[in-house]
């Protein structure tokens, strides 16, 4: 028991940690606990003629033993969303996710609409979102998760993409820029941009810019991009030092997918960087992340040199879900 002299109490509690204290046991022997005429308890040593209304027991409390949640606080190549959230509810948060109708999107979607969080899969093609979106609800028919329209080689659907979502009058507390391209031929998007470095990369800084007031509206509010470690492997620099911007969208004669893929993807992290500088002091952090080495997706979808090179190392990567979830 802790005394606070100055206050004239008495409490089981810790004043500065907070862990409690109790008596434990059967009383020691030689003691029998007994009532006065008032209702009172006290305790009796017959062995030494005495009596006392503390508990001869104070002398040999036990701390109190706290639950500790079942969280794993380690985490591997074979944890996954669903483990990392256990325990966390996420109701009230409303979340956008790029891409979310497959691979890493998708899983990162359903696993935040199974912790409670309004989840909006923007997707280039809306059918497929809207599978992505009924699997979700067969798994839990009260998750909150809807499909809308995004192609981010599309600058103009960009905008009515974000025009759409503050039409709603929704907050936004997540944005985890996702969608990508890997292994595409050359070829220009309607704007006149090379597809990979738009994609990846202008598509998101542009919905980004465009959705940054609802973020600062909705703080603490985070932005979250998908990046990739390959960034390391490039630079946006000609053989003097000095930044060639025209190297993000290369001409056909100098265009390779792996490094306008490498390229984007160091964009991605230069913007993530710069973002969270100029918005943290108000509330919006952003972060930029590398999924995993030779994580197995359907990225590599768009050549089949890629999709060869995946499935033989598919063995040795690390899958959307663990064993327990598929």
């Given at each position: 028991?802790?005394?606070?002299h100055?206050?004239?109490k008495?409490?089981w509690?810790?004043?500065?940690?907070?862990?409690k204290?109790r008596?434990?046991?059967?009383?020691?022997?030689g003691?029998?606990?007994?009532?006065?005429?008032?209702?009172?308890?006290y305790?009796?040593?017959?062995?030494?003629?005495?009596?006392?209304?503390?508990?001869?027991?104070?002398a040999?409390?036990v701390?109190?033993a706290s639950?500790?949640?079942?969280?794993?606080?380690?985490?591997?190549?074979?944890?996954?969303?669903m483990?990392?959230?256990q325990?966390r509810?996420?109701?009230?948060?409303v979340?956008?996710?790029?891409?979310?109708?497959?691979?890493?999107?998708?899983?990162?979607?359903?696993s935040?609409a199974?912790?409670?969080?309004?989840?909006?899969?923007?997707?280039?093609?809306?059918a497929?979102?809207?599978?992505?979106?009924q699997?979700?609800?067969?798994?839990?028919?009260?998750a909150?998760?809807?499909t809308?329209?995004?192609?981010?080689s599309?600058?103009?659907?960009?905008?009515?993409?974000?025009?759409?979502?503050k039409?709603r009058n929704?907050?936004?507390?997540?944005?985890i820029?996702?969608?990508?391209?890997?292994?595409s031929s050359?070829?220009?998007?309607?704007?006149?941009?090379?597809?990979?470095?738009?994609v990846?990369?202008?598509?998101?800084?542009?919905?980004?810019?465009l959705?940054?007031?609802?973020?600062?509206?909705?703080?603490?509010?985070?932005?979250?991009?998908?990046?990739s470690?390959?960034?390391?492997?490039?630079?946006?620099?000609?053989s003097?030092?000095?930044?060639?911007?025209?190297?993000l969208?290369?001409?056909?004669k100098?265009?390779?997918?792996m490094l306008?893929?490498?390229?984007?993807?160091?964009c991605?992290?230069?913007f993530?960087?710069?973002?969270?500088?100029?918005?943290?002091?108000?509330?919006?952090?952003s972060?930029?992340?590398?999924?995993?080495?030779?994580?197995?997706?359907?990225i590599?979808?768009?050549?089949?040199?890629?999709?060869?090179?995946?499935?033989?190392?598919?063995?040795f990567?690390k899958s959307?879900?663990s064993?327990?979830?598929?």
């Amino acid at each position: 028991m802790f005394c606070s002299h100055i206050e004239l109490k008495t409490q089981w509690d810790h004043p500065k940690t907070g862990k409690k204290k109790r008596v434990a046991g059967d009383l020691p022997y030689g003691w029998e606990r007994e009532t006065d005429d008032n209702g009172q308890v006290y305790f009796v040593d017959h062995i030494n003629k005495r009596t006392t209304y503390l508990d001869p027991r104070l002398a040999f409390t036990v701390e109190e033993a706290s639950e500790k949640p079942n969280i794993r606080q380690r985490y591997d190549g074979n944890s996954t969303a669903m483990e990392i959230l256990q325990g966390r509810d996420l109701s009230g948060k409303v979340v956008i996710v790029t891409g979310a109708n497959t691979g890493i999107g998708f899983e990162t979607a359903r696993s935040l609409a199974l912790h409670g969080a309004h989840v909006v899969l923007a997707c280039r093609n809306r059918a497929r979102g809207n599978v992505a979106t009924q699997k979700i609800l067969d798994e839990w028919h009260k998750a909150k998760v809807e499909t809308m329209t995004l192609d981010l080689s599309s600058l103009r659907n960009v905008e009515q993409f974000a025009e759409a979502y503050k039409t709603r009058n929704l907050p936004l507390h997540i944005l985890i820029c996702n969608a990508g391209v890997f292994g595409s031929s050359w070829q220009l998007t309607e704007d006149g941009l090379e597809t990979t470095f738009q994609v990846n990369h202008l598509g998101h800084f542009y919905l980004v810019q465009l959705l940054q007031d609802v973020l600062r509206r909705s703080i603490p509010s985070r932005v979250i991009i998908v990046s990739s470690e390959s960034h390391r492997f490039t630079d946006i620099k000609d053989s003097s030092g000095k930044l060639d911007l025209s190297r993000l969208s290369p001409a056909k004669k100098d265009y390779w997918a792996m490094l306008a893929y490498n390229r984007s993807k160091l964009c991605n992290i230069l913007f993530s960087n710069e973002l969270n500088r100029r918005l943290s002091p108000h509330g919006v952090t952003s972060n930029a992340l590398h999924p995993g080495n030779m994580m197995y997706t359907s990225i590599h979808r768009s050549w089949w040199l890629y999709t060869l090179l995946f499935t033989l190392a598919r063995p040795f990567t690390k899958s959307m879900v663990s064993n327990q979830l598929t």
